[in-house]
């Protein structure tokens, strides 16, 4: 099984209509999560929560929605189920998302907080399986790239939107309760998906079974890599709140947000490109060796303007690596498997989210923000050394055997 793509023939060819639907439901449904992400470390604040609360409720928003990933990866190995699946998940965050308006203590932040990450855990997994069967291996990462830069239009819009609300004198809380209408959209884009999307290979009906470890060997040494990483990548809030730190206004804060994902809707369709026409490990190793290098910018920076920069370099490492990520994760599941594939992904990526939290809220408490960052580049920088080294073994591996194909 090789991770090294094909070469793209059919890089101009139209992508599937299900791709381009989900790619709509990740825009309206990422403006709406968007509105309140940015806006959400300072509210907190104004609620009497700290650093070590921000960390819990991010890490434990990502470790519920892992845990749920993994049950939703399982059922979506069935394709009948996929799409039901992810209409629930995009569903049940919509709900729950604009209810955080009401919010009057931290703990009632970590409650909406869990209900709309268990909404993504819901659709994560299936939807991925849905974008990954639509397309042939030489297209998956430009299908993944396409709909992540969709996903990233929709956190450029959301912070853009946000800031013209307050900007026009609403509240915090009213910009809150308004995420409720592109979240609602996020749903009605669902119409444009088919009941039963085209997949490439037919195969058997998959027997959905709740075995624990039903994909090979590099597959879970893989996971075991991006658990490093993950370990090291804790909540985006982070950063924001850093920059705060660093003299960046509240009013400026929605709009570097935006900027921040506007390089990640470039990189994100570049990424996707790339990762169809080279190695997709290295390709995730160069972008992994830039965000530790981002992290222990942070950690030294001074001024405004230097916030700015690292977090438009970050972004774009971040968008570049996304889709190869997961053209890889096709590239190492059986197709009958892509479900429960890309739900130990998503599992593996959340379920360090509480640690990866705690330990940078503890850090950054403790210690200071420098520490905290430090130590979160410093296992991105790990994480690309034993992946390197996987990507050695697995090519003289397939030397040694002459195997070739995925």
């Known amino acids: 099984m090789s991770e090294h793509p094909e070469p793209a023939s059919h890089a101009t060819a139209a992508l599937p209509r299900a791709v381009i639907a989900l790619g709509l439901t990740s825009f309206f449904a990422d403006v709406g999560s968007e509105m309140i992400f940015p806006l959400m470390p300072a509210f907190l604040a104004t609620l009497g929560a700290t650093p070590v609360f921000l960390g819990l409720l991010e890490g434990a928003a990502e470790a519920t929605a892992s845990t749920v990933k993994l049950l939703a990866g399982r059922l979506a190995d069935d394709p009948s189920r996929r799409k039901k699946l992810v209409v629930a998940g995009y569903g049940l965050a919509a709900l729950a998302r604009p209810v955080v308006a009401l919010a009057t203590s931290p703990w009632h932040v970590l409650g909406v907080r869990l209900t709309d990450r268990v909404g993504k855990g819901i659709r994560g997994a299936p939807r991925d399986a849905l974008i990954a069967a639509a397309v042939p291996r030489r297209d998956a990462g430009r299908a993944f790239g396409v709909h992540r830069a969709m996903d990233h239009a929709g956190a450029v819009v959301g912070p853009l939107v946000a800031a013209a609300l307050l900007a026009a004198g609403l509240p915090v809380r009213a910009v809150f309760a308004l995420a409720a209408i592109p979240s609602v959209l996020s749903v009605l884009a669902l119409r444009g998906v088919p009941t039963a999307a085209p997949v490439v290979a037919t195969l058997p009906k998959p027997v959905v079974t709740l075995e624990p470890k039903p994909i090979d060997r590099g597959f879970r040494a893989y996971l075991a890599i991006l658990l490093v990483f993950a370990l090291g990548?804790?909540?985006?809030?982070?950063?924001?709140?850093?920059?705060?730190e660093l003299g960046v206004s509240a009013r400026g804060i929605p709009l570097l947000w935006a900027a921040f994902h506007v390089v990640k809707v470039l990189s994100a369709r570049a990424g996707g490109s790339l990762a169809d026409r080279v190695s997709r490990p290295r390709l995730i190793l160069a972008g992994w060796l830039v965000y530790?290098?981002?992290y222990a910018g942070f950690a030294m920076a001074r001024a405004p303007w230097q916030a700015v920069t690292l977090l438009v370099i970050y972004g774009a490492s971040a968008g570049l690596v996304e889709p190869a990520e997961k053209a890889l994760v096709k590239d190492l599941v059986?197709?009958?498997?892509?479900?429960?594939?890309?739900?130990?992904?998503?599992?593996?990526?959340?379920?360090?989210?509480?640690?990866?939290?705690?330990?940078?809220?503890?850090?950054?408490?403790?210690?200071?923000?420098?520490?905290?960052?430090?130590?979160?580049?410093?296992?991105a920088a790990g994480a690309a050394v034993a992946l390197w080294v996987w990507a050695r073994a697995r090519e003289r591996e397939r030397r040694a055997t002459g195997a070739g194909g995925p």
């Open 334 to 379: 059986p197709a009958g498997r892509l479900g429960r594939g890309f739900g130990w992904y998503g599992f593996v990526l959340g379920i360090a989210a509480i640690p990866a939290g705690l330990l940078t809220g503890g850090l950054w408490t403790f210690a200071g923000p420098k520490v905290a960052l430090g130590v979160a580049g410093g296992f």
């Open 233 to 244: 990548s804790s909540s985006d809030a982070f950063l924001l709140l850093r920059a705060k």
């Open 292 to 294: 530790a290098a981002g």
